[in-house]
């Protein structure tokens, strides 16, 4: 059973930093997508962020050149680096791992999601 934890949310004030992290016990043999999204009171669920296994990135426009995700091969962890932050950004972020697997007659994936962190930006 893989189990995420999300940590590294807080309150901080417009421009600060805050760094994000997903770690996971139980084993993923073959990672092939870390995401990061996030949700604000009354908004859908967004994509943020996106590593693939290629160690492709993909940022939403909002967070482009002030987000950044990596991954950490020695360990099970995913980090969101944020920096300049925004009262806009205000929302609890979710860790979003995507498996690959095989189920015998063709290839799958399994979603496991994290409890979610909350991030604050005052103004």
């Known amino acids: 059973q893989v189990q995420l934890v999300e940590s590294g949310g807080g309150l901080v004030q417009a421009g600060g930093s805050l760094r994000l992290s997903c770690t996971w016990s139980?084993?993923?043999?073959?990672?092939?997508?870390a995401n990061w999204y996030r949700q604000s009171p009354g908004k859908q669920r967004e994509l943020v962020a996106s590593?693939?296994?290629?160690?492709?990135?993909n940022y939403a426009d909002a967070v482009k050149g002030r987000f950044s995700i990596s991954r950490d091969s020695a360990t099970n962890a995913v980090y969101l680096q944020m920096n300049s932050l925004k009262p806009e950004d205000t929302a609890v972020y979710y860790c979003?791992?995507?498996?690959?697997?095989?189920?015998?007659?063709?290839?799958?994936?399994?979603?496991?999601w994290g409890q979610g962190t909350q991030v604050t930006v005052s103004s």
């Open positions: 590593l693939t296994d290629e160690r492709h990135t």
């Open positions: 139980g084993t993923i043999f073959t990672l092939n997508a």
């Open positions: 979003n791992l995507k498996s690959g697997i095989w189920t015998g007659t063709e290839p799958a994936e399994i979603d496991y």
